[in-house]
């Protein structure tokens, strides 16, 4: 394991990131080369201690299959939770009125 850190991370707008990410899947270079190369640019800092990122390859989403795939209530491709009733035992001796009988 490294003793020092030497990737760091920043914040972007989302309209940002979406044509980065954009722009990096047609012209297969990674995010963080492009962000560095930019930034060197910006700043006047040679490149000579220039590391390149590899390049994630990913597969082409079409239309049709993320529709197929992805759950109607779920965008994030996580599993539904699970209701609390099967999480839950049910109180079996609950007096008059007491709040934690109800339910909802």
């Known amino acids: 394991m490294a003793t020092k850190q030497t990737r760091r991370s920043i914040s972007v707008r989302g309209e940002t990131y979406d044509s980065l990410r954009q722009f990096c899947a047609t012209s297969s270079r990674s995010m963080s080369d492009v962000v560095e190369?930019?930034?060197a640019r910006v700043l006047n800092t040679s490149g000579s201690s220039k590391t390149?990122?590899?390049h994630v390859a990913r597969k082409p989403v079409s239309a049709s299959s993320e529709k197929?795939?992805?759950p109607?209530?779920?965008s994030t491709g996580r599993p539904a939770p699970t209701p609390a009733i099967a999480v839950i035992r049910t109180r079996t001796n609950v007096r008059k009125n007491d709040y934690?009988?109800?339910k909802f």
């Open 100 to 102: 934690r009988s109800i």
């Open 37 to 39: 190369e930019q930034l």
């Open 68 to 70: 197929q795939s992805a």
């Open 52 to 54: 390149v990122a590899p």
């Open 72 to 74: 109607s209530t779920q």
